[in-house]
Antibody, heavy 114, light 107 residues
């Protein structure tokens, strides 16, 4: 069964940076298109961005609120997905999820506060 | 971006009721529409994809339908465990936008 285990959430100051990780197992990671979502406390779901498989070009797409401040990457040799974020703002606070099709990670909390 | 307008924002119904949640897309998205259920403190769970295909393991009381750019999630025979928030999401074009969500409670 597919499993996504996340790590990396933390408290950071505005303007700071952070990298989230998502370790995958139970499915063919290298052929999967992986997605990051987020959710501010008490708010709805927001699509952050995705990365295609390398065989499909490995390209990335990002939501407008984060474009230019985040980068999604993958290490297929380690079955791991990354979300690198910089110049973090208070509005970036929330729970971040990695997803593939019907499977979601457990979520990791990012708090941006001074 | 494709706007998804979901209604109602909250809903209270009795056990056994038939419940419907609606999502309207701002443009044609064919049937690229997913429905998610999210319980407090948990990751969302995919209920329906391609507008009407039930995800494996999801109870058959959940169903999805479409009419043009209008999409409906129906729960036929509400159960106490269905208390949750429900979200639609279009997967037609990035960014894959969500509806605002519907919070479902039991009367």
């Amino acid at each position: 069964e597919a499993q996504l285990v996340q790590s990396g959430g933390d408290l950071v100051r505005p303007g700071g940076s952070l990298m989230l990780s998502c370790r995958a197992s139970g499915f063919n990671f290298k052929d999967a298109w992986m997605t990051w979502m987020r959710q501010a406390s008490g708010k709805g779901l927001e699509w952050v961005g995705r990365i295609k498989s390398e065989v499909d070009g490995g390209t990335t797409d990002y939501a407008a609120p984060v474009k230019g401040r985040v980068s999604i990457s993958r290490d297929d040799s380690q079955n791991t997905l990354y979300l690198h974020m910089w110049n973090l703002q208070v509005d970036d606070t929330g729970v971040y999820y990695c997803t593939v099709k019907a499977h979601w990670g457990q979520g990791t909390l990012v708090t941006v506060s001074s | 971006d494709i706007q998804m307008t979901q209604s109602p924002s909250s809903l209270s119904a009795s056990v056994g009721d038939r419940v419907t949640v609606t999502c309207r897309a701002g443009q044609n998205i064919a049937t690229y529409l997913n429905w998610y259920q999210q319980k407090p403190g948990k990751a969302p769970k995919l209920l329906i994809y391609a507008a009407s295909t039930l995800q494996s393991g999801v109870p058959s009381r959940f169903s999805g339908s479409t009419s043009g750019t209008d999409f409906t999630l129906t729960i036929s025979g509400l159960q106490p465990e269905d208390v949750a928030s429900y979200y639609c999401q279009q997967s037609y074009r990035v960014p894959y936008t969500f509806g605002q969500g519907t919070k479902l409670e039991i009367k």
